[in-house]
């Protein structure tokens, strides 16, 4: 039997180190918690012993000692209560001759004994629980990931044809729960080429895009997502877009981020070449009392810090665009180049302050524009503008739709997806409600 220890950041890892060391046969036979991840034990060839020593667990055996003097005592209490009620019924309502040993008394009705307040639980260590719950986390880990590759395998098996629409698919970079969707859509049709024109046809009606281009409608906009995203760069190309075409008289600048160094110099610069007005705002001062004497202009643009969602500053910054007198547009700034995870952290972060759309910015560097798209799709995020250069404005674009589901099939992956990456987005379609796939 060949035993070896796995070290891994999540469960996830740990059990594609296991296939790719031991292969597919290996019993996972122990997992506990670590320092920066999680350690998985492992074997090859491992028949677990009938006759294998139980380790005693001294916590549960004391409890259930405990339990079972209080079962004891509460049934030795319930007999002698049973046996004093059937003396009283007998001499009273039994009709039986009393003895010189039962005299006569008169009965008297008591109130009946209250039951006894119970017993609080005993108190148990907190790191038991968080030990169980480590457990149960890791269990539904593994199980995801066996039906998963199990899920993976049948349909390569039955459907070979809807398994290759799978892998084009996930070359684009879409999330399982989209490209499950936009399969659902397809399963009439046989022919692969048309399968795979009509997904995309179907991917590109699930992009939302703006009746009216927000400089057009007017207001005020607001741009904000974390740091990176490229949210002054893309305020100084809606700023010229909007100077060339409708002169300098009705737009402001205006600058929340205090955090930067150089953010306010450089929306500064900015403004001195446009010629637009520019005006700051301090931490703690009233973004509507700054805003109020720029309301007679028709298009105000903010442009904000880009800080981590923990910072209490962001909380202060999201409130006052969401306050009631500001009617801001606000539009979060997302990097094609980000990856999933940061994506979706930046959304959730900034909905707060309640989202009008997004734009999309380096779609001149990026490697895949399916994980983007899938979040926009997904929150139901109308796409704004598009950015694919460092021009301003040149390189400033108005989305459209097919053109942008063109762009993303012409940066996908060139090579197939691996199966254990096949299989581990097909785990994770089982957090999802609709867990049937294929």
Avoid at 84 to 92: C, E, G, I, P
Avoid at 166 to 185: E, F, K, T
Avoid at 238 to 249: D, F, M, P, S, T
Avoid at 387 to 400: F, K, S, V, Y
């Amino acid at each position: 039997m060949q035993v070896k220890r796995f070290f891994a950041a999540d469960m996830r890892q740990a059990m594609k180190l296991v296939r790719d060391e031991l292969g597919a046969d290996a019993a996972i036979i122990g997992n506990r918690r670590i320092a920066g991840g999680v350690e998985l034990t492992a074997a090859l060839d491992y028949t677990p012993s009938a006759l294998a020593p139980r380790v005693p667990n001294m916590e549960l055996e004391d409890e259930l000692r405990k339990t079972a003097s209080r079962i004891v005592s509460a049934q030795a209490e319930l007999s002698m209560r049973g046996d004093s009620d059937a003396t009283t019924n007998r001499q009273l309502f039994a009709g039986l001759p009393l003895t010189a040993a039962e005299p006569l008394v008169e009965p008297t009705f008591k109130e009946p004994p209250r039951p006894a307040a119970p017993a609080p639980a005993p108190a148990v260590d907190q790191r038991v629980f968080d030990s169980m719950r480590f457990e149960l986390n890791g269990l539904r880990e593994l199980l995801e990931v066996q039906l998963g590759s199990l899920a993976w395998n049948q349909l390569q098996g039955s459907k070979p044809q809807q398994a290759n629409l799978w892998r084009r698919l996930q070359r684009i970079g879409l999330s399982g729960p989209l490209s499950r969707d936009l399969l659902a859509l397809t399963t009439e049709i046989e022919e692969p080429r048309q399968a795979w024109r009509m997904l995309l046809a179907h991917l590109a009606r699930m992009i939302v895009t703006p009746e009216i281009e927000p400089l057009e409608e007017g207001g005020v906009i607001a741009m904000v997502g974390p740091a990176g995203m490229g949210k002054t760069t893309t305020l100084a190309k809606l700023a010229a877009r909007y100077v060339l075409k409708y002169g300098a008289q009705n737009i402001a600048l205006v600058s929340m981020d205090s955090y930067r160094i150089g953010a306010q110099e450089q929306l500064k610069t900015l403004g001195r070449i446009l010629n637009v007005s520019v005006t700051h705002v301090d931490p703690g001062q009233s973004l509507a009392n700054a805003l109020d004497p720029l309301l007679r202009k028709r298009v105000v643009l903010i442009d904000t810090a880009g800080l981590q969602a923990s910072d209490p500053a962001l909380r202060m910054q999201l409130e006052s665009l969401a306050g009631r007198g500001i009617k801001s547009k606000n539009y979060l700034v997302l990097a094609t180049t980000s990856q999933k995870q940061v994506l979706t952290a930046a959304y959730h972060s900034y909905k707060r302050c309640g989202l009008a759309g997004c734009i999309l910015t380096k779609l001149d560097e990026t490697a895949s524009l399916g994980e983007v798209l899938s979040l926009a799709i997904s929150h139901e995020l109308p796409v704004a503008y598009l950015t694919d250069g460092p021009r301003i404005p040149d390189d400033l674009h108005l989305p459209r739709r097919h053109q942008l589901v063109s762009r993303a099939v012409s940066v996908q992956m060139q090579e197939e997806p691996s199966e254990e990456a096949m299989a581990d987005m097909f785990a994770d379609l089982y957090h999802s409600p609709a867990k049937r796939v294929g």
